[in-house]
């Protein structure tokens, strides 16, 4: 089954810019959806089919996908921004498709 | 405004059975494929299940094949997951979402939850 690797943590101080990895065997092959969730709130999609960002999503988010890693970039990094970020693809590597979640990356900002 | 709304969590035995809903307004929901994602206490995302506009696709992960049950009654603008056979690891909220109307889109629109507890 098709695995998603996410670092458990990244601390970045404010005005700083996060760099949150997602990493994937030929995940470049794929359309990688990225995913804010603050405590206590349900997920909000922030980057959509690689680097797409939905309305009313700042363009200090941003998203890139090459090889066996995508990226999702948080330049100006400010306290709104503290939350958990899920990377996800569609897996049809199998017969049963499935949506494949990564295990999540906290993001502190110091 | 487009919203989900999930109902139907609680408190269960283990071994029992729930059925959530999940009301959809402000789109019709019969363009649209739609999911159950669910996150254990302190965990992260994990798909449990995906149906497609008319019903016809469905998928599930596998701890849950054999035992949940999705639909959807697009006239009634609503979404359905009966469980069965409710373990302990099923303890989680559960939200619906919608995926994006273009193909390949990611989940853009997602309910607020709601808590199943699975009691030992």
């Known amino acids: 089954s098709y695995v998603l690797t996410q670092s458990p943590s990244v601390s970045v101080a404010p005005g700083e810019t996060a760099s949150i990895s997602c990493g994937g065997n030929?995940?470049?092959?794929?359309?990688v959806h990225w995913y804010q969730q603050r405590p206590g709130q349900a997920p909000v999609l922030v980057i959509n089919?690689?680097?797409g960002r939905p309305s009313g999503i700042p363009e200090r988010f941003s998203g890139s996908n090459s090889g066996n890693t995508a990226t999702l970039t948080i330049s100006r990094v400010d306290a709104g921004d503290e939350a958990d970020y899920y990377c996800?693809?569609?897996?049809?590597?199998?017969?049963?498709?499935?949506?494949?979640f990564g295990g999540g990356t906290e993001l502190t900002v110091l | 405004e487009v919203q989900l709304v999930e109902s139907g969590g609680g408190l269960v035995a283990a071994g029992g059975s729930l059925r959530l809903s999940c009301a959809a307004s402000?789109?019709?929901?019969?363009?649209?494929?739609m999911n159950w994602v669910r996150q254990a206490p302190g965990k992260g995302l994990e798909w449990v299940s995906y149906?497609?506009?008319?019903?016809?696709?469905?998928y599930y992960t596998d701890s849950v094949k054999g035992r949940f049950t999705i639909s959807r009654d697009n006239a009634k603008n609503s979404l359905y997951l009966q469980m069965h056979s409710l373990r302990v690891e099923d303890a989680a909220i559960y939200y619906c979402?919608?995926?994006?109307?273009?193909?390949?889109?990611?989940?853009?629109?997602w309910g607020q939850g709601t808590k199943v507890t699975v009691s030992s």
């Open positions: 402000g789109f019709t929901l019969s363009s649209f494929e």
């Open positions: 030929n995940i470049g092959r794929k359309s």
């Open positions: 996800q693809v569609w897996d049809t590597t199998t017969d049963h498709p499935r949506w494949v």
């Open positions: 979402a919608r995926v994006g109307a273009r193909v390949g889109d990611g989940f853009d629109v």
């Open positions: 149906i497609g506009s008319s019903g016809n696709m469905i």
């Open positions: 089919n690689d680097s």
